[in-house]
């Protein structure tokens, strides 16, 4: 990549800077002292260090007086501020030589925050949970972002060296050695990545590189990135890279791609349709290699298939429409965007079920009756990502509550149910599986002004709670309480839910998924049961996968009986005369051959 170092074949590295602000660019070598580096045109700088090699360390000084690290830093071995770290990438030992992925209908997803997964807080402490992964029925590991940035703990959304494994995680070598031990156990490693915007503290480009961040577009984190104003050709390359680099270099199965809807890009061709078509012209080729994403603005033609049914550019989009429905069920919330399926939540989980998204173009009363989404009735179920709870709908509350404190456990399991047997990709929040209750709580370590600015910003959020019921984010006793403990699923009620979500996972893989690459929604077999209650069934040709679901407390009675054998049901329906009746929070999967 034209970024960052590249270790010469004769000995030595070549390092390159972007900076087409800067009058002069001299290369910082620990050990050696100072090196001129060439204007060689367009902004670029290089050259070329005979004395330099894997482990050394450096920074770029520019103008003679602003020392910066290396923008495509692949390794910051004392943060964000300090010195990069030249890295080989070739002196990895690989095992997973024969690795080529998994299908896509394959995937359940297990996403987890590294600083919080585990109490050593790092990519080793899950290495040594990957089979508890395994035993579970996961398929696909998916990081929260990992990218450098300031401070002790974050979400990781404010990174600010998008090369660079963050050093607290246990850097670039300990993210290699956890996706070859999950290659080995057949699980994928799937990566968030952050496209829309820089971290606001700790981001030296604007320095030297100011075309970096777009002049004409605003998101709700400050300046975008410019995708499309001038000078925005080597930004596309950058992030282009970013995306190749994480897929090559450590072998991840693919990138979830974090709220796209911010992604600003008036250019004739979109950047997502540039990241997209390198990844699978590049590491696409020869492997299953999956992108995600996360929009709110339900743009299906990015999930369209080609003819045959291959994937044209992103396998998947975490289905929020999905989520929203299900948690107004179960909670019976109504405030913020929850609104907007209050009024009939189960008219807009059945058009999830059955086409994709429940927004296809309507205007959105919570969006001020601007139009959300576009149609997806054409698109596989395996274009939609489900969920009952991910990092956003838990810790974007004020108190970051689970669904597990939130909803009755009745109606949990019945979702459950519904979520982890249905033919969309499932995915679970670290904890989930075991009935988790601690919480999530959003938290970022940050300096002063910045510190302030964001308690304050979070007060405003929830204008109705009060200053005590919203937790500092920059506070150490809102990050520890979100570090999951692992001494709860050595619990009675912790082994009964793990015992709930390893059964239906089970399930799932023997029954469900043969099928899922196939099943298409049945004209007419989407229907209401009552205020509370549904039937939805896809097939293929003969092949019937069949639910009947009692999402309320009032029994259903008189239901006819789907075709087929009942191979999940919760509690068990009472059947009489070839008709069941459903008790509150019942459900029942059937499948026929």
């Known amino acids: 990549m034209p970024f960052g170092t590249r270790i010469l074949a004769g000995g030595g590295v070549r390092f390159q800077l972007f900076a087409p602000a800067a009058h002069a660019v001299t290369l910082a070598l620990d050990g050696v002292g100072d090196l001129y580096m060439d204007d060689t045109g367009d902004g670029w700088y290089a050259c070329d260090a005979p004395a330099a090699g894997p482990g050394s360390r450096y920074r770029f000084l520019i103008d003679g007086s602003l020392a910066v690290p290396d923008p495509a830093s692949r390794q910051q ?39 919080s997964f585990t109490p050593e807080g790092d990519f080793d402490g899950i290495r040594r949970r990957l089979d508890h992964l395994l035993d579970l029925g996961v398929t696909a590991l998916e990081l929260m972002p990992v990218a450098e940035g300031p401070g002790r703990w974050s979400w990781g959304y404010d990174g600010v060296l998008p090369f660079a494994p963050r050093h607290g995680y246990g850097g670039s070598q300990a993210l290699r050695q956890l996706v070859d031990a999950a290659h080995a156990r057949g699980l994928m490693v799937l990566l968030d990545v952050v496209y829309n915007h820089f971290g606001p503290e700790g981001n030296f480009l604007p320095n030297y590189a100011p075309a970096f961040l777009s002049r004409r577009h605003q998101t709700p984190w400050g300046a975008a990135i410019n995708f499309d ?82 994937v044209r550019h992103f396998s998947a989009q975490w289905n929020d429409d999905l989520h929203h429905s299900l948690h107004v069920l179960l909670t019976e919330e109504a405030t913020g965007y929850y609104a907007d399926y209050a009024s009939d939540p189960l008219r807009r989980l059945l058009c999830c079920l059955e086409q994709g998204f429940a927004w296809q173009g309507e205007p959105s009363p919570f969006r001020g009756g601007r139009p959300r989404g576009e149609p997806s009735a054409d698109l596989p179920a395996a274009a939609f990502v489900g969920f009952l709870q991910n990092h956003d709908q838990i810790g974007n509350r004020a108190a970051g509550e689970r669904i597990s404190v939130l909803a009755p456990e ?11 047997l249905a033919p969309f990709p499932p995915l679970l929040f670290m904890g989930q599986e075991w009935g988790a209750r601690q919480p999530f709580p959003f938290f970022w370590d940050c300096e002063e002004p910045l510190a302030t600015a964001v308690r304050e910003g979070r007060q405003r959020e929830f204008p109705d709670q009060h200053a005590e019921q919203v937790p500092d984010p ?68 003969a092949r019937r996968l069949t639910v009947l679901a009692n999402l309320g407390p009032q029994q259903l009675c008189d239901l006819v009986r789907p075709s087929g054998a009942c191979f999940y049901a919760a509690p068990e329906p009472v059947a009489a005369m070839g008709e069941l009746t459903l008790v509150p929070w019942g459900v029942a999967w059937f499948a026929s051959s």
């Open 229 to 310: 104003d001038v000078d925005s050709a080597p930004v596309r390359t950058f992030f282009v890279h970013n995306a190749l680099y994480w897929l090559e270099e450590y072998h991840l199965d693919g990138l979830r791609l974090d709220a796209v809807h911010a992604i600003i890009d008036e250019s004739e061709q979109h950047i997502l349709l540039d990241i997209a078509e390198a990844v699978h012209q590049g590491p696409g080729t020869d492997r299953e290699v999956h992108l995600i994403l996360e929009n709110d603005a339900n743009e299906a033609r990015y999930l369209r298939r080609e003819a045959g049914g291959s």
């Open 410 to 420: 009745p109606a949990l399991r019945a979702a459950t149910a519904l979520l982890l």
């Open 474 to 541: 920059c506070a150490e006793e809102t990050f520890r309480a979100a570090v999951l403990d692992w001494s709860w699923p050595e619990s009675a009620a912790a082994r009964e839910w793990f015992a709930l979500h390893r059964e239906l996972l089970h399930l799932r893989r023997e029954l469900v998924l043969p099928m899922l690459g196939r099943l298409r929604p049945v004209p007419g077999g989407f229907c209401r049961l009552g205020d509370r209650g549904l039937v939805a069934t896809w097939c293929h040709g």
């Open 77 to 115: 071995p004392l943060g964000h501020a300090g010195p990069s770290e030249v890295i080989d990438p070739n002196q990895f030992t690989w095992t997973d030589q024969a690795w080529r992925g998994r299908p896509w209908e394959d995937a359940v997803i297990h996403e987890v925050h590294v600083g």
